[in-house]
């Protein structure tokens, strides 16, 4: 079989030499050797699991033999294992726009929003409805479900069209609950203009970020958001399952009352009083002993998107997923007139985060092709019904690497690749 990357004919108007152009003028392109990438591997899908920076094995070594191995107990207070949630919530709360006394680093995002969600509706009590979209993710959706019915079926959860949640805010709605990116079509809601939409209509929002935290500019203060949540192992590269955050605007921390009131979330864990007195600030919204290792390696992965940042804002990072984004969407185009892949992402840079998706009539055939691309080291996946979805990470995403994975998915189109009964059967994650 032909290599395609050393056919002569390119697969766009623009040739591979102006892509290495494109890195060569790329001021965060050294940052990629921060990570630890297979070579062989082109990897869009930093939007489902971040790649492992070179840090993060050293970093867990050092947790598991010299912190836990030779320190044992006594690093809760001298390895700073204790205050962990809050100093990471620090370190991240810089990237989304937060104060670092507004993020704390805890469980997972499902269970985040199960905290954040009653506690918003707890400040509303006069209002009965969860406003959010259809298509959203479903944890958020089986999340608010779980609550409502926590609080006796007295609450509506209703859900709308993506494009209708401003026009369906009334005075019934408690809580506006959105997610800023939305993960098959990766299209971007303004936040400040959708939370000012809803505080004019008296609803508090919670902001799912787990496709925007670490990818671009959030200024979750200069939107004046009240709540939010988001992912640790997508692009702040905190490795599988790696905990997640929560937000909660200064102004809210005081009549911040959280069902999970386990012991960590107490003013004074080590008093182990019988009574629940929350403590002071986010740190209420802490529950149980937090996962070291797991933050630790989150941890190394904040750290290293804050190395690679120096000086610079999110700005950098945004701008240079834009610019990625743009090029595979215009070396895609031919492709997907010739072969029926509709774009369903946002044209327009600053309506979309950090993916393209096509969705391809018929979701065999789109499931297919991500699998025939990634038995060609062109990593995507795939979101039914019937989207393969690319997700680009400006840390460590090279401009060839968008012109070879086009090369590669011209090629699968070309060849008929994915029309292959390998390809065919689905796997648990897909
Ligand atoms: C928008 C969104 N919210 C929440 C989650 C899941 O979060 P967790 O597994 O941390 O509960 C995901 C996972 O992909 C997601 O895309």
Redesign the pocket.
């Known amino acids: 079989m032909n290599n395609p990357l050393q056919s002569s004919s390119a697969p766009g108007a623009r040739t591979r030499e102006q892509f290495a152009e494109l890195d060569a003028n790329d001021a965060l392109a050294p940052e990629r050797e921060r990570f630890s990438l297979p070579p062989e591997i082109i990897y869009l899908d930093g939007n489902?699991l971040g790649a492992m920076p070179r840090v993060t094995a050293a970093r867990v070594q050092d947790a598991l033999e010299r912190q836990w191995g030779r320190k044992l107990i006594t690093s809760w207070n001298d390895a700073g294992w204790v205050d962990l949630p809050q100093r990471l919530g620090a370190k991240i709360a810089g990237l989304v726009g937060a104060a670092g006394d507004e993020v704390v680093v805890a469980d997972?995002?499902?269970?985040n929003l199960f905290k954040v969600l009653s506690a918003a509706l707890a400040q509303r009590p006069e209002r009965r409805v969860i406003l959010s979209e259809r298509g959203n993710?479903p944890?958020?959706l089986y999340i608010a479900q779980g609550v409502a019915r926590q609080l006796g079926g007295k609450h509506e959860l209703r859900l709308v069209e993506r494009q209708d949640l401003a026009a369906s805010l009334d005075e019934d709605v408690a809580v506006l609950l959105a997610?800023q990116v939305d993960?098959r079509t990766g299209s971007r809601l303004d936040m400040a203009a959708l939370t000012a939409a809803a505080h004019a209509a008296g609803a508090l929002t919670i902001w799912?970020l787990?496709?925007s935290a670490g990818a671009f500019r959030v200024e979750l203060n200069a939107a004046r958001a009240d709540f939010a949540v988001g992912?640790g192992?997508?692009y702040l590269n905190g490795g599988p399952g790696a905990p997640?955050f929560l937000f909660v605007a200064k102004r809210h921390q005081q009549d911040f009352v959280q069902p999970l009131s386990g012991w960590f979330g107490h003013e004074q864990p080590f008093l182990f009083e019988t009574g629940y007195r929350p403590a002071a600030g986010v740190a209420r919204a802490l529950c149980g002993s937090p996962p070291i290792l797991s933050m630790v390696a989150l941890e190394a992965g904040v750290d290293t998107m804050l190395a690679a940042l120096g000086d610079a804002s999110m700005a950098v990072l945004e701008a240079k997923a834009a610019a990625l984004t743009t090029c595979f969407i215009e070396l895609v185009e031919p492709l997907a007139d010739q072969y029926q892949l509709e774009l369903v992402t946002p044209r327009a840079a600053a309506a979309r985060g950090n993916q393209v998706s096509y969705a391809m009539g018929d979701g065999e055939r789109a499931y297919a092709l991500v699998q025939a691309l990634i038995a060609r080291g062109v990593v995507g996946d795939f979101r039914t019904p019937n989207v393969a979805r690319f997700g680009f990470a400006p840390l460590y995403l090279r401009f060839v690497d968008v012109w070879d994975a086009v090369a590669h998915l011209r090629a699968v189109l070309a060849r008929r690749e994915w029309d292959s009964e390998q390809f065919r059967s689905r796997r648990a994650v897909t």
């Open positions: 489902s997972s995002t499902s269970v993710f944890t958020d997610t993960y799912d787990a496709h992912c192992y997508k997640a």
